[in-house]
């Protein structure tokens, strides 16, 4: 029987520390920083945690660092806030309704990683159907009941002039179920994370993308860590930042890195290579391009006030209580910012493929 999400928990809340997937082996001077990927299998797009050890930031900045995934965001949050884990990622949107049914809830957004939403409406390129409004009267498969991806499919139609009401929307997951709802007809249309079309485009299918205002991915750490551990945590996020430029500089060895720490795929290893190249570049489509001015990580008044106006309507959000000051922080963005990424960038540069 498959775990639920409420027994995950309870055994990653009994374990005396999380079980990493990547760790330093090192002395005991100082604990590993634990970054958590909100996902439900290890994948390339996680990169900005995984490369901190086949890269050795822990000799750059400082900090050794473990990485673990668990199966969604809210579940990798309710670790953060109960000190099982350091940092990890969330939809703004869920963050906003997790902080206003929980107001004391310990955690605030310090990373803004994704600049662009990423949570998208996907409609099969040879389908008659051309536009947000041709989806009236037909279902749209998304990744779970209680996915953000619920309240983009919404928010899309909503602003196409379609009453939310008129369409269903069938949890169908990612992956090959999926492609089986699709194909049997079962829905006509999919709403799911880019990276997650990119892995169906792997499997040979096209869409043409309605896209969502925003941005669709945080970074969140508990209110102890940001007071008390303040420099942990920069050193921590300067890796997260090396590990996004050496990404956006170089696929190829990105995935390279990815199988050094979760193992390399049997097969193929060619197509193996093309296909997680390819999901890669899709997270990357979302995150601030390198030749942008703006700093690694900073927020602006407009990413919370575009959830607010495209997406709390369908959220159950009561918007009277939102207060997105509460939410986040700019305090370690300078600090963060101030970091030589050089070395990086060099090492980008100079990878050669492993003969």
Not at 51 to 74: E, Q, W
Not at 267 to 278: V, W
Not at 320 to 348: E, R
Request: hydrophobic residues 45%; neutral net charge.
């Amino acid at each position: 029987m498959k775990p639920t999400r409420r027994a995950c928990l309870t055994r990653l809340l009994a374990a005396p520390a999380l079980a990493p997937f990547i760790g330093w082996a090192g002395g005991a001077e100082q604990p590993p920083f634990r970054f958590i990927g909100a996902a439900p299998v290890h994948t390339p797009a996680l990169s900005y945690f995984y490369l901190s050890k086949p890269l050795r930031l822990r000799d750059a900045f400082g900090i050794a660092t473990d990485f673990h995934t668990v199966a969604g965001s809210t579940l990798s949050t309710q670790l953060v806030a109960s000190g099982h884990g350091d940092l990890t990622t969330i939809s703004p949107l869920d963050l906003l309704i997790m902080k206003t049914r929980q107001p004391e809830l310990p955690v605030r957004a310090v990373y803004k990683l994704d600049v662009i939403n990423g949570n998208n409406i996907g409609v099969p390129a040879d389908s008659p159907l051309k536009t947000i409004a041709d989806l009236k009267g037909k279902a749209i498969g998304v990744q779970g009941p209680a996915s953000v991806t619920v309240a983009h499919a919404k928010a899309l139609l909503r602003a196409a002039g379609v009453n939310p009401a008129e369409v269903t929307l069938l949890p169908v997951g990612i992956g090959a179920p999926a492609v089986t709802a699709l194909r049997l007809q079962q829905v006509q249309a999919l709403c799911l994370q880019r990276s997650q079309f990119g892995a169906l485009e792997n499997l040979g299918l096209q869409f043409q993308y309605f896209w969502a205002p925003g941005s669709s991915s945080l970074m969140v750490t508990n209110e102890s860590t940001l007071q008390d551990r303040r420099d942990e945590l920069v050193r921590a996020l300067r890796v997260v930042t090396a590990s996004i430029i050496f990404s956006e500089l170089n696929q190829e060895a990105t995935v390279h890195y990815y199988w050094q720490v979760a193992g390399k795929p049997a097969g193929d290893a060619d197509k193996a290579l093309r296909d997680a190249m390819h999901v890669l570049r899709r997270n990357i489509e979302l995150w601030k391009p390198i030749a942008d001015t703006r700093p690694w990580g900073a927020f602006e008044v407009a990413d919370w006030t575009t959830v607010l106006d495209f997406l709390a309507l369908d959220s159950s959000v009561d918007i009277k209580s939102a207060d997105p000051a509460k939410l986040y922080t700019n305090d370690l963005v300078a600090d963060v910012n101030a970091a030589d990424f050089s070395g990086v960038t060099k090492a980008a540069g100079e990878w050669k493929r492993p003969g």
